[in-house]
């Protein structure tokens, strides 16, 4: 019979409940495929440039198509080629993250206290000295004017037209419908959204001489954010990591002014035991007609993925030495080149992700998926067979990978514990028609399959049958 192999990340506290996980796979979803839907590994990461010492603590790609990262308290620019080249430095903290914007004319990065800005003209890298720009958390750019929000407060200051250097003493302004500092100020459709850590505001510019940007009535929201740096504009809306009065940690999806709840609850509990919770940050990036919101960071055990495709949530993982899981190695993303470029959150190097490449710049990707647990009526059942339906004899010519393998472990006690790992062949290179099959599994009153693969191939899961 056919058993569900596909689904998303819902390991729930408990769980003989429910303990699914989906790490470094994602489901994709076709009405006419084989079975409707199948699970594809997620991309690997392959070294396209390095420069300092890292962590890559933001990547951006200019309108003018020019790419610059910073890398601890370096800032580079990268070309076409891969070449990195020295453009200047910050100070401060070399691991906080760094926000960017640009006005066509200077690129301006804000490190959570100061602005300094890359003149595009000369490529002099300075920061901004004007006594009147406050400590910056966060900046942004919407219709000619750089925009801080003011650490510690409910301000948000402008800069001149045009010009980060330059900040006028009375070019302010306060998020005013709640007294909770604001934390994030993000350009979102020509609109100013401005993220307190309770509540939110949305302000547009109204052209006045002496201020030109006022609040959209009714434009308040009762939810804040958790970690400014969460908030990305995507798909024609925003998303970010939530907080309000009676709680925090619920990822939402802006419906015009209304936020849409799109976490779920294992994946807000995942969020919840994360150890540093206002330093996750995110990223989005579309592949395969595929747009994905990433969560990483903050002391998070895994990287969270939502699939705004699929609406389905994943974790990706990196494989520690050790065999445990930790973070995800990229940390940021811009679209340059051509290529979808991410920085490495432990060193100074900037990889293409791609889906074919199936490592981590030469580093084992471990594949998961923990499926439904399956009883009948807890009654003892005798698990005859299982066969794994997958893309077979995509195996390398030589080297590890050329006799890839499915690896298989069974819990009988709710997912608490785990059998020995048993292995089927994925077939030889061109052996296309390789049956993946497990047989004699044993008595069980629940069965609960968990499925792994680490070798460098393609992987594309298409379906699960059990006798």
Partial sequence: MKINLFGPSSQQRSLPFNAERSINLFAISDPNGKEGAAFYGTPGTS??????????????????????????????????????????TLTGSATSICSVAENGLQLAICNGTSVFILTYATNVFLPVTDLDLPTSGTISFIDGYFIVNKVGTGQFNISAL???????????????????????????????????????????NTGDSVFPFQRIA??????????????????????????????????????????????????????????????????????????????????????????????????????????????????????????????????????????????DNGSDILRERILTHISDENKPTRYNSLEIGMETGVSLSSGQGSNALLMLQLSKDGARTWS????????????????????????????????????PIKVALTGAYLS
């Fill in 47 to 88: 070294l396209f440039s390095s420069g300092g010492s890292g962590p890559v603590r933001a990547i951006f790609t200019a309108t003018n198509g020019r790419c610059f990262y910073v890398s601890a308290l370096e800032l580079y620019e990268v070309t076409s080629g891969g070449v990195s080249t020295f453009r200047g």
């Fill in 420 to 455: 020995d790992t048993y292995t089927a062949p994925i077939g030889a290179l061109g052996k296309y028609t390789t049956t993946v099959r497990f047989r004699r599994l044993g008595i069980a009153d629940m069965m609960t399959f968990r499925i792994k693969i680490s070798d």
């Fill in 218 to 359: 009714g434009a308040k929201i009762d939810t804040g954010i958790l970690a400014a740096h969460t908030a990305v504009v995507v798909d024609n809306s925003i998303l970010w990591l939530g907080r309000d009065d009676i709680g925090s940690g619920i990822v939402y999806r802006a419906v015009g002014y209304t936020p849409k709840r799109i976490s779920t609850e294992p994946i807000e509990l995942i969020i919840s035991r994360a150890t540093d919770p206002s330093n996750i940050r995110a990223f989005t990036y579309q592949q395969d007609g595929h747009v994905f919101y990433v969560l990483t960071a903050g002391g998070l055990p895994t990287t969270l993925v939502y699939d705004l495709t699929t609406q389905l949530w994943h974790e990706r993982a990196f494989l520690e030495p050790d065999g445990s899981y930790g973070l995800h190695i990229a940390n940021c993303c811009t679209f340059g080149f051509g290529f979808i470029l991410v920085g490495d959150r432990r060193n100074g190097n900037i990889y293409k992700l791609s889906m074919d490449v199936y490592s």
């Fill in 162 to 204: 045009y010009d980060g250097f330059t900040w006028g003493a009375l070019d302010f302004a306060t998020a005013e419908s709640s007294p909770d500092s604001l934390l994030r100020v993000q350009n979102a459709f020509g609109q100013l959204w401005l993220f307190g850590d309770k509540t939110s505001e949305i302000w547009t």
